[in-house]
T-cell receptor, first 114, second 115 residues
Framework: AQKVTQAQTEISVVEKEDVTLDCVYE???????LFWYKQPPSGELVFLIR??????QNEISGRYSWNFQKSTSSFNFTITASQVVDSAVYFC???????????FGTGTSLTVIP | DAGITQSPRYKITETGRQVTLMCHQT?????MFWYRQDLGHGLRLIYY???????DKGEVPDGYVVSRSKTENFPLTLESATRSQTSVYFC??????????????FGPGTRLLVL
Protein backbone atom coordinates (compact mmCIF):
# COMPACT_ATOMS: atom_id res chain seq x y z
CA ALA A 1 0.00 0.00 0.00
CA GLN A 2 1.09 3.54 -0.65
CA LYS A 3 0.07 6.02 1.99
CA VAL A 4 1.07 9.28 3.63
CA THR A 5 -0.09 10.19 7.11
CA GLN A 6 0.01 13.66 8.57
CA ALA A 7 -1.41 13.10 12.01
CA GLN A 8 -1.37 16.75 13.01
CA THR A 9 -4.47 18.34 11.55
CA GLU A 10 -3.94 21.81 13.03
CA ILE A 11 -1.06 23.43 14.87
CA SER A 12 -0.87 26.89 16.41
CA VAL A 13 2.35 28.48 17.55
CA VAL A 14 3.39 31.91 18.68
CA GLU A 15 5.68 33.81 16.37
CA LYS A 16 9.38 32.96 16.78
CA GLU A 17 8.65 29.50 18.15
CA ASP A 18 10.01 26.46 16.35
CA VAL A 19 7.51 23.99 14.98
CA THR A 20 7.81 20.51 13.49
CA LEU A 21 5.30 19.05 11.07
CA ASP A 22 5.22 15.29 11.01
CA CYS A 23 4.95 13.07 7.95
CA VAL A 24 4.92 9.29 7.98
CA TYR A 25 4.76 7.30 4.77
CA GLU A 26 4.18 3.74 3.66
CA UNK A 27 5.48 2.18 0.48
CA UNK A 28 6.81 -1.15 -0.72
CA UNK A 29 8.99 0.50 -3.33
CA UNK A 30 12.70 0.70 -2.60
CA UNK A 31 12.98 3.80 -4.76
CA UNK A 32 10.62 6.63 -4.07
CA UNK A 33 10.46 10.39 -3.73
CA LEU A 34 9.10 12.54 -0.95
CA PHE A 35 7.87 16.09 -1.20
CA TRP A 36 6.56 18.95 0.86
CA TYR A 37 4.20 21.58 -0.51
CA LYS A 38 2.89 24.77 1.08
CA GLN A 39 -0.60 26.12 0.50
CA PRO A 40 -0.89 29.68 1.85
CA PRO A 41 -4.26 31.34 2.41
CA SER A 42 -4.18 32.60 -1.18
CA GLY A 43 -4.70 28.98 -2.25
CA GLU A 44 -1.86 28.10 -4.58
CA LEU A 45 0.29 25.02 -3.97
CA VAL A 46 3.96 25.82 -3.72
CA PHE A 47 6.68 23.21 -4.02
CA LEU A 48 9.17 23.29 -1.12
CA ILE A 49 11.41 20.25 -1.34
CA ARG A 50 11.99 16.90 -3.04
CA UNK A 51 13.91 14.02 -1.53
CA UNK A 52 14.73 10.64 -3.08
CA UNK A 53 14.88 7.48 -1.01
CA UNK A 54 18.62 7.09 -1.40
CA UNK A 55 19.46 10.44 0.05
CA UNK A 56 18.95 10.51 3.80
CA GLN A 57 20.90 13.67 4.37
CA ASN A 58 18.94 16.27 6.22
CA GLU A 59 18.45 19.50 4.39
CA ILE A 60 18.34 23.07 5.59
CA SER A 61 17.09 26.03 3.64
CA GLY A 62 17.03 29.19 5.67
CA ARG A 63 14.55 28.70 8.50
CA TYR A 64 13.29 25.44 6.98
CA SER A 65 14.80 22.03 7.60
CA TRP A 66 13.80 18.52 6.74
CA ASN A 67 14.61 15.31 8.60
CA PHE A 68 14.33 12.16 6.48
CA GLN A 69 14.57 8.88 8.39
CA LYS A 70 13.99 5.66 6.44
CA SER A 71 14.15 3.60 9.64
CA THR A 72 10.95 5.24 10.87
CA SER A 73 9.49 6.05 7.41
CA SER A 74 9.31 9.69 8.33
CA PHE A 75 10.02 12.94 6.55
CA ASN A 76 9.47 15.69 9.08
CA PHE A 77 9.57 19.40 8.39
CA THR A 78 10.78 21.95 10.94
CA ILE A 79 10.33 25.69 10.76
CA THR A 80 12.69 27.58 13.03
CA ALA A 81 11.71 30.96 14.45
CA SER A 82 8.28 30.84 12.82
CA GLN A 83 6.80 33.92 11.22
CA VAL A 84 3.24 34.93 10.44
CA VAL A 85 3.96 34.35 6.74
CA ASP A 86 4.50 30.68 7.53
CA SER A 87 0.79 30.32 8.26
CA ALA A 88 -0.44 27.86 5.65
CA VAL A 89 -1.50 24.30 5.06
CA TYR A 90 1.47 22.03 4.48
CA PHE A 91 1.20 18.82 2.49
CA CYS A 92 3.58 15.90 2.48
CA UNK A 93 3.54 13.66 -0.60
CA UNK A 94 5.01 10.37 -1.80
CA UNK A 95 5.82 9.34 -5.36
CA UNK A 96 6.71 5.65 -5.67
CA UNK A 97 9.08 4.87 -8.49
CA UNK A 98 6.79 2.15 -9.82
CA UNK A 99 3.79 4.44 -10.08
CA UNK A 100 2.67 7.53 -11.89
CA UNK A 101 0.77 9.32 -9.20
CA UNK A 102 1.54 11.21 -6.04
CA UNK A 103 0.05 10.18 -2.72
CA PHE A 104 -0.72 13.18 -0.57
CA GLY A 105 -1.25 13.42 3.14
CA THR A 106 -4.32 15.27 4.32
CA GLY A 107 -2.29 18.31 5.27
CA THR A 108 -1.37 20.16 8.46
CA SER A 109 -2.79 23.61 8.96
CA LEU A 110 -0.23 25.82 10.67
CA THR A 111 -1.22 29.11 12.28
CA VAL A 112 1.49 31.41 13.52
CA ILE A 113 0.14 33.90 16.02
CA PRO A 114 1.84 37.29 16.13
CA ASP B 1 7.60 32.00 -18.28
CA ALA B 2 3.86 31.30 -17.97
CA GLY B 3 4.30 27.85 -16.41
CA ILE B 4 0.96 26.22 -15.79
CA THR B 5 -2.29 28.12 -16.09
CA GLN B 6 -5.91 27.28 -15.46
CA SER B 7 -9.08 28.88 -16.74
CA PRO B 8 -11.48 29.99 -15.62
CA ARG B 9 -10.29 30.80 -12.13
CA TYR B 10 -13.84 30.98 -10.82
CA LYS B 11 -16.97 29.38 -12.21
CA ILE B 12 -20.57 29.21 -11.09
CA THR B 13 -22.84 26.79 -12.89
CA GLU B 14 -26.08 24.95 -12.38
CA THR B 15 -26.80 21.31 -11.79
CA GLY B 16 -26.92 19.34 -15.01
CA ARG B 17 -24.84 21.71 -17.10
CA GLN B 18 -21.64 20.71 -18.83
CA VAL B 19 -18.54 22.53 -17.66
CA THR B 20 -15.00 22.40 -19.00
CA LEU B 21 -12.00 23.47 -16.99
CA MET B 22 -8.90 24.26 -18.97
CA CYS B 23 -5.28 23.58 -18.11
CA HIS B 24 -2.30 24.69 -20.14
CA GLN B 25 1.42 24.25 -19.45
CA THR B 26 4.35 25.73 -21.29
CA UNK B 27 7.07 23.39 -20.06
CA UNK B 28 6.36 20.44 -22.41
CA UNK B 29 5.91 18.23 -19.37
CA UNK B 30 4.89 14.68 -20.17
CA UNK B 31 2.62 14.16 -17.19
CA MET B 32 -0.46 16.15 -16.33
CA PHE B 33 -2.93 15.68 -13.51
CA TRP B 34 -6.29 16.88 -12.26
CA TYR B 35 -7.03 17.01 -8.54
CA ARG B 36 -9.93 18.22 -6.52
CA GLN B 37 -9.52 19.67 -3.06
CA ASP B 38 -12.31 19.49 -0.51
CA LEU B 39 -12.30 20.14 3.20
CA GLY B 40 -11.53 16.99 5.08
CA HIS B 41 -10.32 15.13 2.01
CA GLY B 42 -7.12 16.85 1.05
CA LEU B 43 -6.11 16.47 -2.58
CA ARG B 44 -7.74 13.68 -4.53
CA LEU B 45 -6.63 12.63 -7.98
CA ILE B 46 -9.34 12.65 -10.64
CA TYR B 47 -7.46 11.77 -13.83
CA TYR B 48 -3.94 11.90 -15.11
CA UNK B 49 -2.12 11.66 -18.38
CA UNK B 50 1.37 10.31 -19.02
CA UNK B 51 1.57 11.71 -22.55
CA UNK B 52 -0.62 13.02 -25.35
CA UNK B 53 -3.51 10.63 -26.05
CA UNK B 54 -2.78 8.59 -22.90
CA UNK B 55 -5.06 9.12 -19.92
CA ASP B 56 -5.91 7.10 -16.85
CA LYS B 57 -8.30 7.25 -13.95
CA GLY B 58 -7.35 8.38 -10.51
CA GLU B 59 -9.13 7.99 -7.21
CA VAL B 60 -12.36 9.87 -8.03
CA PRO B 61 -13.02 9.82 -11.81
CA ASP B 62 -16.80 9.39 -11.84
CA GLY B 63 -18.63 12.25 -13.52
CA TYR B 64 -15.50 13.61 -15.21
CA VAL B 65 -14.02 13.26 -18.68
CA VAL B 66 -10.55 14.27 -19.86
CA SER B 67 -8.71 14.41 -23.13
CA ARG B 68 -5.17 15.20 -24.15
CA SER B 69 -4.79 15.78 -27.86
CA LYS B 70 -1.83 18.12 -27.34
CA THR B 71 0.97 17.80 -24.81
CA GLU B 72 0.38 21.26 -23.39
CA ASN B 73 -3.36 21.04 -22.78
CA PHE B 74 -5.38 18.84 -20.46
CA PRO B 75 -9.03 19.90 -20.22
CA LEU B 76 -11.36 18.45 -17.60
CA THR B 77 -15.06 18.21 -18.42
CA LEU B 78 -17.91 17.73 -16.00
CA GLU B 79 -20.50 16.20 -18.30
CA SER B 80 -23.49 16.93 -16.08
CA ALA B 81 -22.45 18.92 -13.05
CA THR B 82 -23.73 17.94 -9.63
CA ARG B 83 -23.58 19.84 -6.34
CA SER B 84 -21.09 17.30 -5.01
CA GLN B 85 -18.65 18.51 -7.66
CA THR B 86 -18.44 21.91 -6.01
CA SER B 87 -14.76 22.07 -5.20
CA VAL B 88 -11.42 23.64 -5.94
CA TYR B 89 -9.77 21.98 -8.93
CA PHE B 90 -6.03 21.93 -9.39
CA CYS B 91 -4.14 20.99 -12.49
CA UNK B 92 -0.55 19.85 -12.15
CA UNK B 93 2.28 18.71 -14.38
CA UNK B 94 5.70 17.16 -14.21
CA UNK B 95 8.33 16.13 -16.69
CA UNK B 96 8.93 12.49 -15.83
CA UNK B 97 9.72 9.89 -13.25
CA UNK B 98 13.47 9.99 -12.68
CA UNK B 99 16.57 12.09 -12.81
CA UNK B 100 15.14 15.06 -11.01
CA UNK B 101 12.05 15.22 -13.20
CA UNK B 102 9.67 14.02 -10.55
CA UNK B 103 8.63 17.32 -9.03
CA UNK B 104 5.02 18.16 -9.70
CA UNK B 105 4.00 21.78 -10.20
CA PHE B 106 0.51 23.04 -9.70
CA GLY B 107 -1.67 25.56 -11.43
CA PRO B 108 -3.41 28.31 -9.45
CA GLY B 109 -6.67 26.37 -9.16
CA THR B 110 -10.26 26.83 -10.33
CA ARG B 111 -13.01 27.39 -7.80
CA LEU B 112 -16.19 25.76 -9.05
CA LEU B 113 -19.60 26.26 -7.48
CA VAL B 114 -22.48 24.10 -8.69
CA LEU B 115 -25.88 25.44 -7.69
Amino acid sequence: AQKVTQAQTEISVVEKEDVTLDCVYETRDTTYYLFWYKQPPSGELVFLIRRNSFDEQNEISGRYSWNFQKSTSSFNFTITASQVVDSAVYFCALLPNTGNQFYFGTGTSLTVIP
Amino acid sequence: DAGITQSPRYKITETGRQVTLMCHQTWSHSYMFWYRQDLGHGLRLIYYSAAADITDKGEVPDGYVVSRSKTENFPLTLESATRSQTSVYFCASRMGLAGGQETQYFGPGTRLLVL
